[in-house]
């Protein structure tokens, strides 16, 4: 008659102890305490990188449907007021003498405030704002407008700007990321200017 003994089981199977498990909670807990604000730094550069990327392509696309309609374009915020992180409408602004106004009239026309595109609110907690520039020579600084009329951009049939532009992009919630600055010249030229933008 032929006898089975059940194996023994080796020292390597046996699982971890308690005091174990808890040297390896802890370590994971201080790793991932000095991780969480430099992730949440990351998202937040990243979310003003695509923030910024939408403002550009706005402006871009205003200015070239200027160009190709040969009539004026303009960019509004959506509020009415100088804050762009409400969203805003890119839209056909040819008025009956040509001149834009930034506005979209009460009776829409193919001509005059037909909304070309229209972006929404943005999550998170971005500041989208329009800012002026303080005169040269470098390193410029920027202050948040108080211009009336600088809740728009309207482009020429030409492409052309009649002022110069400057939008600042951060993120409320996280003061301590960089910020980047949109510069629109008058001859409607789009440009990233700084990415090292003070946000507090």
């Avoid at 403002?55 to 200015?63: E, F, K, P, S, T």
């Avoid at 020579?137 to 202050?143: D, G, M």
């Avoid at 003061?175 to 200017?193: F, Q």
Wanted: charged share 20%; with cysteine.
């Amino acid at each position: 008659m032929i006898c089975y003994r059940a194996p023994r089981p080796s020292r390597s199977s046996r699982g971890v102890t308690l005091i174990e498990l808890m040297v390896t909670l802890t370590v994971l807990a201080i790793l991932l305490g000095l991780a969480a604000p430099s992730f949440a730094s990351l998202l937040a550069s990243n979310r003003i990188s695509t923030q910024t990327n939408e403002l550009i392509g706005a402006l871009n696309l205003a200015r070239s449907e200027a160009v190709r309609r040969a009539k004026p374009v303009a960019i509004r915020s959506n509020g009415g007021d100088l804050n762009f992180s409400t969203g805003w409408k890119v839209f056909s602004d040819g008025t009956v003498d040509d001149d834009s106004n930034g506005a979209i009239p009460t009776t829409v026309t193919e001509h005059d405030g037909t909304v070309i595109r229209e972006t929404g609110v943005f999550t998170g907690t971005p500041r989208i704002n329009r800012v002026t520039r303080s005169a040269s020579p470098a390193p410029f600084t920027y202050t948040d407008s108080t211009e009336a009329d600088r809740m728009y951009v309207a482009f020429t049939s030409r492409g052309a700007n009649r002022s110069e532009a400057f939008f600042k992009v951060c993120d409320s919630s996280n003061s301590a990321v960089k910020g980047r600055i949109v510069h629109v010249n008058v001859v409607g030229k789009i440009t990233l200017v700084s990415t090292s933008e003070s946000c507090t």
